[in-house]
C-alpha cells in the first residue's frame, strides 16, 4: 500500500442495494404465531426485504459497491483496501471480502470481513479511516452486508419477523483542507452479552450434525430483552463519546443515522440525547434490521434524496451481537 502524508478521511460517495422481494408483516403471521399490530408497535417494522434463490451476500455488496464508487468517482482498481462488515458471508472461507474484491476486478489490496455484527458498518469506517490517516491507503471500501434471511429459524416468530437481507457501502478518501471528514469513530464490545444474541452451532465449538440442524443450532438465537436494555444505555453513552471526540454538541447534529434495530431504541435513544425524532433517518419500517447494512442503507437513502447535504454533522450509532456497539461523527 502507498505511503502517504496523514490526513482525515472524507466519505466520497455512498450506495445501497436491497433485494425486490417484500415480506409483510401479514406475510409472516401466515407463517408463524404473530400479527401485524405485534410487529409494528413492538418494532417499527412493516416489511423488510429478502434475497432472491441463489444471490450471495457478495453479490449484494457488489451492487452497494458499485453504486458507491460510481457517486465516489472512484474505479475498483484505485481501491487499496476493502473492509466488509457482515456475519452471513457467502461460505466461512474465504472472507466476503476476497470474493467482492474479485467481483469488482480490484486489487491485488487486503481485502478482510469485520464479525461486528450490526455494529460492523461503523467498526469499518473506523478501520478504513484509520488507514487513511496513517497514510497506508488512499481509497477505501467499506462495505456492511447481511443476508440474514438464509440464518432465520422460520419457525421462531421472536427472531423472523425482526432482520432483513441488504447491503450498504461508502468510499473513503483523503479528507482535504476544508471540506467533509470523519471527525470521530468511537468501537466497543463486552463480550458478557455473548450468548444473548449468537449462531451456537456450525464454528469449531459445534460442529453441525443432524440433530443439530434439526434443532436451529445453525440459526440466530437472540434474548431479545437482554438486548434492548442495554442498547439504549450504550448507544446514547457512545454517541456522547464520539460527539465529545468531534468537539460537537447533540444539538449540532445534523442527521443521525442509527441502526435500524427498533424504532422503541431509536426514539428512546432520541430523548436521552434530547433531539427531535425528525432528525433521525429511520427506515425500518420498509427494510427491518438488516444488521451491518442497516446504517449505510439509511445514510445512502437519505444522501440521494437531499436530506444529508454537503457540510451537514451526522451522527452514527450501532449495537449488536457480541455485544458491540460502535458511533461516528462525519461531516459531509
Ligand atoms: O440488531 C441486533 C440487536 N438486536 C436488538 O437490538 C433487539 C433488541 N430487542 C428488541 O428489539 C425487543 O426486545 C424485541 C422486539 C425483540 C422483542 O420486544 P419485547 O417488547 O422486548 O418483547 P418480549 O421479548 O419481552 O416479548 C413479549 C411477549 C412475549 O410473550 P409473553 O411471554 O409476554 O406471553 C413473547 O413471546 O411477546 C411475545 N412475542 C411475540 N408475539 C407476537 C415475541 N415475539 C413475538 C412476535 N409476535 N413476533
Given at each position: 500500500m502507498p505511503s502517504l502524508q496523514p490526513t482525515a478521511s472524507r466519505i466520497a460517495g455512498t450506495g445501497a442495494y436491497v433485494p425486490e422481494t417484500v415480506l409483510t408483516n401479514d406475510d409472516l403471521s401466515r407463517r408463524v404465531d404473530t400479527s401485524d399490530e405485534w410487529i409494528r408497535e413492538r418494532t417499527g417494522i412493516r416489511e423488510r426485504r429478502i434475497a432472491r434463490d441463489g444471490e450471495a451476500a457478495s453479490d449484494m455488496a457488489l451492487a452497494a459497491a458499485r453504486s458507491a464508487l460510481a457517486a465516489a468517482g472512484v474505479q475498483a482498481s484505485e481501491l487499496d483496501m476493502i473492509?466488509?462488515?457482515?456475519?452471513?458471508?457467502?461460505?466461512?472461507?474465504?472472507?466476503?471480502?476476497?470474493?467482492?474484491?474479485?467481483?469488482?476486478?480490484?486489487?491485488?489490496?487486503p481485502a478482510f470481513d469485520v464479525a461486528a455484527a450490526c455494529a460492523g458498518f461503523v467498526y469499518g469506517l473506523s478501520i478504513g479511516d484509520s488507514f487513511v490517516r496513517q497514510g497506508s491507503a488512499r481509497r477505501v471500501l467499506v462495505v456492511g452486508v447481511e443476508l440474514l434471511s438464509r440464518v432465520l429459524n422460520w419457525a421462531d416468530r421472536t427472531t423472523c419477523v425482526l432482520f432483513g437481507d441488504g447491503?450498504?457501502?461508502?468510499?473513503?478518501?483523503?479528507?482535504?483542507?476544508?471540506?467533509?471528514?470523519?471527525?470521530?469513530?468511537?468501537?466497543?464490545?463486552?463480550?458478557?452479552?455473548?450468548?444473548?444474541?449468537?449462531?451456537?452451532?456450525?464454528?469449531?465449538?459445534?460442529?453441525?450434525?443432524?440433530?443439530?440442524?434439526?434443532?436451529?443450532?445453525?440459526?440466530?438465537?437472540?434474548?431479545?430483552?437482554?438486548?434492548?436494555?442495554?442498547?439504549?444505555?450504550?448507544?446514547?453513552?457512545?454517541?456522547?463519546?464520539?460527539?465529545?471526540?468531534?468537539?460537537?454538541?447533540?444539538?449540532?447534529?445534523?442527521?443521525?443515522?442509527?441502526?435500524?434495530?427498533?424504532?422503541?431504541?431509536?426514539?428512546?435513544?432520541?430523548?436521552?440525547?434530547?433531539?427531535?425524532?425528525?432528525?433521525?433517518?429511520i427506515d425500518i419500517d420498509r427494510y427491518g434490521n438488516t444488521s451491518s447494512a442497516s446504517i449505510p442503507i439509511a445514510l445512502d437513502e437519505a444522501v440521494r434524496d437531499g436530506r444529508i447535504q454537503p457540510g451537514h454533522s451526522v451522527l452514527m450509532c450501532a449495537l449488536g451481537a457480541g455485544i458491540s456497539w460502535a458511533s461516528a461523527v462525519v461531516r459531509m
Open positions: 473492509v466488509v462488515g457482515t456475519i452471513s458471508a457467502d461460505m466461512p472461507l474465504p472472507a466476503c471480502a476476497a470474493i467482492l474484491q474479485q467481483k469488482l476486478g480490484a486489487g491485488p489490496c447491503a450498504g457501502a461508502a468510499v473513503l478518501v483523503p479528507a482535504e483542507e476544508s471540506g467533509g471528514r470523519v471527525l470521530a469513530t468511537r468501537l466497543y464490545t463486552d463480550g458478557n452479552f455473548a450468548r444473548s444474541l449468537y449462531i451456537p452451532g456450525g464454528g469449531s465449538l459445534e460442529p453441525l450434525t443432524p440433530e443439530g440442524i434439526a434443532a436451529a443450532r445453525d440459526k440466530v438465537h437472540m434474548i431479545g430483552s437482554d438486548i434492548f436494555k442495554v442498547a439504549v444505555r450504550n448507544l446514547t453513552q457512545a454517541s456522547r463519546d464520539a460527539l465529545e471526540l468531534a468537539g460537537l454538541t447533540p444539538g449540532e447534529v445534523d442527521w443521525v443515522v442509527p441502526h435500524q434495530a427498533n424504532l422503541r431504541i431509536i426514539s428512546q435513544v432520541a430523548s436521552r440525547l434530547e433531539l427531535p425524532l425528525d432528525r433521525f433517518v
